[in-house]
């Protein structure tokens, strides 16, 4: 299993990314997919995770409303979006694969499969 995160970079408070991760190896859309983060010197941190249709996504409370997480399993794709960027999301995003296909967890322990990680800084 490959998972393999880009679209990080810097951009201003109040700016938009998109984060992509491409999955190879598994069979992309028979599960849960997320994104975790962990910026320097802080634990690592659930930001959302999407069941494997898409149709369900769940969120933590500092992105809601910003960030809106989505899959193209037909190109074994999953995506992020994140838009209205604070300084305190700079951080390293990773891509996840889950243990289950639906009740998606925001525990670390419920997923099996971990990219490297794109670095996202929000900075004037």
């Known amino acids: 299993v490959q998972l393999v995160e880009s679209g990080g970079g810097l951009a201003q408070p109040g700016g938009s990314l998109r984060l992509s991760c491409a999955a190879s190896g598994l069979t992309f859309g028979s599960d849960c997919m997320g994104w975790f983060r962990q910026a320097p010197g802080k634990e690592r941190e659930f930001v959302a995770t999407i069941s494997w249709s898409g149709g369900t996504t769940y969120y933590a409370d500092s992105v809601k409303g910003r960030f809106t997480i989505s899959r193209d399993n037909a190109r074994n794709t999953l995506f992020l979006q994140m838009n209205n960027l604070k300084p305190e999301d700079t951080a390293l995003y990773s891509c996840?694969?889950?243990?289950?296909?639906?009740?998606?967890?925001?525990?670390?322990?419920?997923?099996?499969?971990w990219g490297q990680g794109t670095q996202v800084t929000v900075s004037s």
């Open positions: 996840v694969k889950g243990k289950r296909s639906y009740y998606c967890s925001q525990e670390r322990i419920e997923y099996d499969y």
